[in-house]
Each structure stands twice: as C-alpha cells, then as structure tokens.
C-alpha cells in the first residue's frame, strides 16, 4: 500500500502522459518491492513555474535567461 | 500543534463539508492525544481524478469503467 | 481513496493511540464525504522536538522555557 | 541538495514575492548548512482559505469573525 | 526538475531496493516527460506499521488479522 | 499561519543548526509575506542517504564515487 507523491512543474502534461506515469510508478512498486498495486496510490501535483525554485531562482525567471 | 495534510479527489466537496473535515480532524487530535486546537493546522488538497492513481490507473479511467 | 498524513511530535504516543487516530480519520473521510475505508490510507509522522518548530522556536526550546 | 515545501494560504502573493521566498529559503540552507543551492528546490504551494484549518475552523470564517 | 515522495512501510527494504526505486522512478519521468535527470530528486520515506493504516487499521493489526 | 517542511540528507546537522533553520525560515515569511510567527509551523526531516535520490543515484553511491 505504497503512496507516491510526483510533484512537477506545470507545463501541459496530458492525460495520457499522467496516466503513464501513474501505471509506472505503481508497476514499479510491484517489481522491485511485490507491492499489490490495488493499494497502491499515486498522486501528481502541477505546480506553477513561478512557485518552483532552484538554484534560488524561479522556474519562470530561469526559463527567461535561457538556462 | 499537529499538522494534517488530507488529500482528497477534486469532486464538489462544499465549503461546509471541508469545514467538518477541519472541525473532526482537530476535535481528534484533541480526543486521543491531547492536543492545543489554537495551534492545529489541517490543509486539504482536492487533486483532478486526471492526477490521482490507483491500482495503477486514473481516477478518472476507473470511473469511465465503471470501477 | 483519500490520504491522510498526520504529523505530530515525537512524545511517546502508543499504538493504541496511533490506532485511534487512524480510526478516527478514516471515520471522519466516511461521515463528511462517504469516502470508502478500504482504499483511505493514513500516516503518522512523529517528529523529534528538535525538529519542530512554531513561532520561530523549536519545540525543546519552548519547553525548556516553560512554554 | 535539500527539498523546502512552502504552504501558505492563497492571498495574493506576487510573483516578486514567491521569488523573494524561493531566494530566501535557498540562501538559508547555505548559511546554516552550506548546501549547494544548484540542487536546492523549493516549491510554494497556495491554499484557499476554505482548505486551511487552525484552532478548528477554516481561515475563510476566522475571516468573518474578525479574527 | 521533479520531485518524488516514496512512502512505503518500514519492511526491510534493502538499500540495493531503494536504489531501484531511485532509478526506476528518476527514469518514468525521463520516459513520460522528458525530464532532466540531474535534477530530478526521489526521497523514500519508510513508515512503521504502528503508524500506516488502510481500512481504519494499522498494518499491524492487519497482519496479526492475517489480512 | 505558513507551514514549511524542510527535507535534508540526515548528516548530523546539530541542534543548533536545527533551530537557526526554523528561525530563518519563520523570519522569512514574516519578512516577505508579513505572516504571524506564533502560527508559523516549521518541521524538518532528515533523511538517510541510501532513501535520499539525485540524477537516478542515491546520495550514498554518489558519494562512494566522490560525486
């Protein structure tokens, strides 16, 4: 009954991208712990470039500096 | 001064529901540990049936199924 | 099929309690929203006191000063 | 290479100041335990205040009543 | 730039596992998504069993149950 | 009433530098955000280096190779 948590930046991921990786996540959870993928639950959070930071910048200022 | 992080399916939950879901959440911390209300924090997360998995599939798959 | 993370400090809480907590929030996902208990997962955290903090101030510190 | 989540409630923090936040957090991370910023990320999540909790009411109606 | 949270029961899984799951998920989001690796971050959190509950229960009581 | 949850690799940070992390990080959003710090809840976690990824590698690998 794993939980997998994926937070990424919003940039129009599909449904179909999502649903890919919520089969992987889960499958991979079977394969290497034999985790039952009925309990096994995996949520995706978007989260908006101007709320993601590294390297103590946002997202969106990087993206405008090319980097 | 517990936290509670409660992440629920994006499905219509009401003002006044969320409001209950805080109310109980906080009365049981109080009930079984004793906590301090004034410094209980509950945040609920309603997540798109698109992002949330289980059993290695979408929410919203398994609805269209049936499931 | 909510999740439910609760995070409390680290003072000794038992299984016992843990285990109300657990059946209580569960509970709570089925009176307010009719969620299914099957698929609610619930997680306690316990943090180390030192690890905690409000108003700017761990937890041990706010003890030691009687707070 | 540390992971800083920022929950706030959702009240209109500019982007200037998510950038302040997003800074802020990764210059404390290397002053106090001189973490590389290239790996630091830091993402800010905003709440409504329907979805927000303390003290057992939602902020929406701490809100209203002044407090 | 993603983050994951792996949060499974405290079952012994070994550090060649937990590497797996490392590889294993850094490469979904490089599949799906097309993500950088570098500075994709997983974290695995291993929970005890006082302290996971599915359907009102802890897993230990679960497992005593033989469910 | 911000809630920050700081995840580091578990490297024997002190407490003392435990405290000035939840110090600086509730200055931070008085400063930037002009948020109450009696309701500003900081919680660190620090996790093992085998549970800890980056670039598809745990810190501990990564280490071994002096990365």
Do not use: L, R
């Given at each position: 009954m794993p939980f997998v948590n994926i937070k990424i930046t919003r940039d129009g991921a599909t449904a179909e991208q999502k649903a890919q990786l919520i089969q992987g996540a889960t499958q991979l959870l079977v394969d290497v712990l034999?985790?039952?993928?009925?309990?096994t639950v995996v949520v995706i959070e978007e989260v908006d470039t101007d709320n993601w930071g590294i390297g103590g910048e946002t997202v969106t200022a990087r993206r405008q500096q090319g980097k």
């Open positions: 034999n985790k039952t993928p009925q309990t």
